[in-house]
């Protein structure tokens, strides 16, 4: 007996829309979306969307920015959210993580945040930020979760507040924001000694520090503390690298500001000399500096820095090619190697290039006496997979700069700021497969139609935006200047 359909209006497919959708595929969804998104739009769709958009999973990885940095010409702005609109969001999401503060917020936005925000594991505040005692110890009371923390470093000549820092108990990485002020008041320190017990890194970027009191504290973090960042020199122009080459041997990560060079080549030599001493060293920034010729090889004889992985050289002005050529024979594991802004390098510096066999990243923008044989020569790096080549007229890089097509693991390649004639982009469709992003802001000369080439390379991403004068050199950003 067959059934007959007296309505076949309910026989059609329903029509299914997003709200339909198994809350696993929304929180998918909502993963990709940004903080301002989720708390703007998505909560205010329904009682469900506001739910799920709570869900702790989605605030793991996710970052609030106050402000940011932006370029304009050849300066830099910061621009940034509203206060209401960060207080909205402090109260909207009470499962934030992390928060990036680049301008100085007002009492009632910090003070909503650690109000409601109690499950924050990253603070990062502007370096001008105003922060009493008593403000700090209410972060830190409302939000002991956290791991990761940048103050003013005003902040560490207060010994009330640095006492309030000491109960972060799951602190991992401290930094302090730089400051204009020419008053040396050393840091307070030792608070911080037998306190914060996952203590591994610490920035004290530019700071004046008393010579006893960071003995004092290296002894008591020494088998905990991996990464330090620290000036050159301490009270009486005396240089940092004997003092952490005698107290904090198991450092594996080294960043030295405000190099000041000595009268005395003989110092010289000692300070570099005892970089050797830091035998589990994995990363070493010396930027700016302009030691007497032929010193800082010094830190990479007789075996030194073996473990070496990434070395950041930028804007040393006195460094030369024979003293480049000795980091590649000291540093066989090297995997980055920043050598932007180091003026006095020709293609000589790269002669032997070819040991450094695992380097993966490789800066020198703005290598000026750079030439034709410094594409060929990179082309003996099998792994070499970021190259960065800001500020240059890559014209003068011919005939070797053809070559670039056969760095075949080439993933990244960033030229901004570069007069890019004599770049062969008609051929990396054919032979620069693994090649995903490609950077040419503010140059010259680049191609008029990009169309072609994305279409040939799909996961291509071009960053491109022309340069607003026809007559723009390298390193103007946008603005045309003699350049030699």
């Given at each position: 007996m067959s059934v007959i359909n007296l309505n076949p209006q309910q026989s059609e497919t329903r029509r299914v829309g997003i709200r339909d959708l198994p809350d696993e595929i929304l929180l998918k969804i909502f993963?990709?979306?940004?903080?301002?998104?989720?708390?703007?739009?998505?909560q205010k769709v329904c009682s469900r969307w506001k739910v799920l958009s709570q869900a702790s999973q989605l605030w793991t990885d996710k970052v609030y920015r106050i402000g940011t940095w932006c370029r304009i010409g050849t300066r830099i702005w910061k621009s940034?959210?509203?206060?209401?609109?960060?207080?909205?969001?402090?109260?909207?999401?009470?499962?934030?993580?992390?928060?990036?503060?680049?301008?100085?917020?007002?009492?009632?936005?910090?003070?909503?945040?650690?109000t409601n925000c109690h499950r924050l594991t990253e603070l990062h505040l502007d370096g001008k930020q105003t922060l009493s005692s008593s403000e700090l110890k209410n972060i830190v009371e409302q939000c002991p979760r956290i791991k990761s923390l940048r103050v003013p470093c005003e902040v560490m000549k207060s010994e009330e507040s640095v006492e309030a820092l000491s109960h972060l108990q799951h602190l991992r990485v401290l930094c302090l924001g730089q400051h204009d002020s020419s008053i040396e008041t050393p840091l307070v320190l030792r608070p911080l000694a037998y306190s914060c017990p996952e203590l591994e890194e610490i920035d004290f970027m530019h700071s004046y520090i008393n010579v006893e009191d960071l003995k004092f504290f290296l002894y008591a973090k020494k088998h905990t503390l991996k990464t330090i960042g620290i000036r050159w020199t301490l009270?009486?122009?005396?240089?940092?690298?004997?003092?952490l080459a005698s107290y904090a041997v198991s450092l594996e990560c080294?960043?030295?500001?405000?190099?000041?060079v000595s009268t005395v080549p003989v110092t010289e030599v000692e300070n570099f000399t005892a970089l050797l001493r830091m035998k589990n060293l994995q990363e070493l920034t010396m930027t700016a500096i302009e030691p007497f010729p032929g010193t800082v090889v010094l830190a990479f004889r007789d075996g030194g820095l073996q473990k070496l992985k990434v070395l950041d050289l930028r804007s040393s002005k006195n460094l030369y090619n024979e003293s480049v050529i000795?980091?590649?024979?000291?540093?066989?594991?090297?995997?980055?190697?920043?050598?932007?802004?180091?003026?006095?390098?020709?293609?000589?510096?790269?002669l032997e290039i070819y040991h450094l066999e695992h380097l993966e990243k490789l800066d020198v923008s703005y290598c000026r006496r750079l030439g034709?044989?410094?594409?060929?020569?990179?082309?003996?790096?099998?792994?070499?997979?970021?190259?960065?080549?800001?500020?240059?007229?890559?014209?003068?890089?011919?005939?070797?700069?053809?070559?670039?097509?056969e760095l075949?693991?080439?993933?990244?390649?960033?030229?901004?700021?570069?007069?890019?004639?004599?770049?062969?982009?008609?051929?990396f469709p054919g032979k620069l497969v693994r090649l995903r992003e490609l950077n040419v802001k503010w140059?010259?000369?680049?191609?008029?139609?990009?169309?072609k080439l994305t279409e040939q390379m799909p996961q291509l991403k071009i960053d491109t935006e022309l340069a607003a004068e026809q007559n723009v050199v390298p390193g103007s950003s946008g603005r045309a200047r003699d350049w030699q």
């Open positions: 993963s990709h979306m940004p903080v301002s998104e989720l708390v703007g739009t998505v940034g959210n509203p206060d209401q609109e960060a207080i909205e969001i402090f109260r909207s999401a009470p499962n934030l993580r992390k928060v990036h503060v680049w301008r100085p917020i007002t009492y009632s936005v910090l003070c909503t945040l650690y009270a009486g122009n005396r240089c940092i690298l004997p003092v080294l960043r030295l500001y405000k190099f000041i000795a980091f590649y024979r000291a540093c066989p594991v090297l995997r980055e190697l920043n050598l932007s802004f180091v003026s006095m390098l020709s293609d000589d510096a790269f034709g044989q410094l594409i060929p020569r990179l082309t003996s790096l099998p792994h070499l997979h970021t190259l960065v080549m800001k500020g240059l007229d890559l014209s003068q890089l011919q005939p070797g700069l053809g070559s670039i097509v075949s693991n080439l993933r990244c390649l960033t030229l901004n700021d570069s007069i890019v004639a004599g770049v062969p982009f008609d051929k140059c010259q000369g680049v191609p008029e139609d990009w169309k």
